[in-house]
């Protein structure tokens, strides 16, 4: 079976149809005492009870009702999902931006220069002298006691 394709009503029908439900539901004094449609004491009434008629003439005028207002309703849905969507995607760009960001920074150009090597490279740095480094042993001079003067191993004195 093929379902029909939903069409806006014509606007005078809607309100023709909205006057003819005012009309059927006007009638009933109390509406306190009106049963919802299709509950227990709904299908107790009497048929011939107005109230019954009146039950299903609301709830068959709110069913019409919401179609009429569905268009406008699933826009504003469609439109609140775009506009979350919309923040998250924004949220998602600032963190990734941040993260862009704290990666440019001069420390992390260090790490990343420091990365870029290779394991020899980075040894061979770290055995380069650097300013301020404590001299080590000249493998071309001869072994010496710390307290012994320079000049005198140059001499050939023994410790």
Known sequence: ????????????????????AKAMVATITDPTRLPTYGTPHWAALADDDPR?????VI???CWATDLDELPDRARRDLDAARAAEDAL???AFEQARQIAHAQASPAAFALRA??????????????RPRPGDHPGQNPNQP???PNQHLDAVQDGEAA
């Open 114 to 127: 420091h990365y870029a090597k290779t394991q020899a490279e980075r040894i061979a740095d770290a055995r």
């Open 59 to 61: 709830a068959a005028e």
């Open 143 to 145: 072994d010496r006691h």
């Open 1 to 20: 079976m093929k379902v029909p394709r939903w069409t806006p009503a014509d606007p005078a029908a809607t309100v023709a149809r909205r006057t003819w």
């Open 52 to 56: 019954k008629l009146a039950a299903a």
């Open 89 to 91: 995607w924004a949220e």
